[in-house]
C-alpha cells in the first residue's frame, strides 16, 4: 500500500508457492494479487503471463471476472485500448448479478471509454450509478459523478458542476488514500479557479508522495 510492489509481488510469489494445490480459490486470489503488483512495478510481461496462465474453470464467477478486470488492466498499461474494454466488457458479462462488482467494472470502463467513445462511456456511467453503494464504494461513486460531468462537456452540453462537488465530497469522504480523480485539476485549472487549482494539485502531489 505504500508503493514497495516489488516486494509485495515477493510475498505474493511465496503465498502462492505455499498454497495447496486444492485450496484453488486462495490461490487465484494470490496469484492475481502477484500479478497485479508485478503491474505496478513496471513489468507488463510478466503480470500478463500469469494473469493469462490461471485456470479458472469452476471458481466463483466473481473471482473470474475480476481476473477479466486485471487483465484489462495489463493491456491498458501495454497500450491496447480496444482489448481492455473487450476484458471489461466480458468481465460484466461474467460478473452477473453483483451490483458492487459491476459498479466498478463499469466505473473503469468509462476512463477507458471516455477518450474514444464519450456516448458509451455515458451508457456505462449512467448505469453504474443506479448500482453502486455511495456508502459501501464512496470512491467509485465520486469517480462516476466527475466522469458525468465530463462527459456532459463532451457532449456539448452544460457541465453540472452539482455532480463535481458530490464526487469531490465522496472522494474526501474514502480518505486521504483514496486516489485522486485526475479530471478536477484540469477544470479548476482550466475555470481559472487558482485556488482550488493550487488545493487540488497539492492533494495529488500528498497522493503521489505517500504512494
Excluded: K
Amino acid at each position: 500500500l505504500r508503493g514497495a510492489f516489488d516486494a509485495s509481488a515477493e510475498l505474493f510469489g511465496a503465498a502462492c508457492r505455499l498454497s495447496p494445490a486444492s485450496n484453488r480459490e486462495s490461490l487465484a486470489r494470490r496469484r492475481m494479487g502477484q500479478a497485479s503488483a508485478l503491474l505496478r512495478t513496471g513489468d507488463v510481461a510478466d503480470a500478463r503471463r500469469l494473469a493469462e496462465g490461471m485456470e479458472m474453470d469452476g471458481l466463483p464467477p466473481g473471482l473470474q471476472a475480476e481476473r477479466l478486470q486485471l487483465l484489462a488492466e495489463v493491456e491498458w498499461d501495454d497500450g491496447s485500448i480496444p482489448l481492455a474494454t473487450s476484458y471489461l466488457e466480458r468481465a460484466l458479462e461474467v460478473a452477473g448479478d453483483d451490483p458492487p462488482l459491476n459498479a466498478r467494472i463499469s466505473a473503469r470502463l468509462v476512463l477507458i471509454t471516455v477518450p474514444g467513445d464519450p456516448a458509451r462511456a455515458w451508457q456505462h456511467a449512467e448505469r453504474a450509478v443506479e448500482h453502486v453503494d455511495g456508502e459501501r464504494d464512496p470512491l467509485v461513486l465520486s469517480s462516476l459523478l466527475i466522469d458525468l460531468c465530463l462527459l456532459d462537456l463532451f457532449a456539448g452540453r452544460p457541465p453540472r458542476t452539482d455532480l463535481m462537488r458530490r464526487g469531490l465530497t465522496l472522494e474526501e469522504r474514502a480518505g486521504p488514500s483514496a486516489y485522486p480523480h485526475p479530471v478536477p485539476l484540469i477544470w479548476f485549472q482550466c475555470t481559472d479557479d487558482l485556488e482550488a487549482t493550487r488545493e487540488r494539485h497539492a492533494r495529488e502531489a500528498d497522493w503521489a508522495r505517500d504512494h
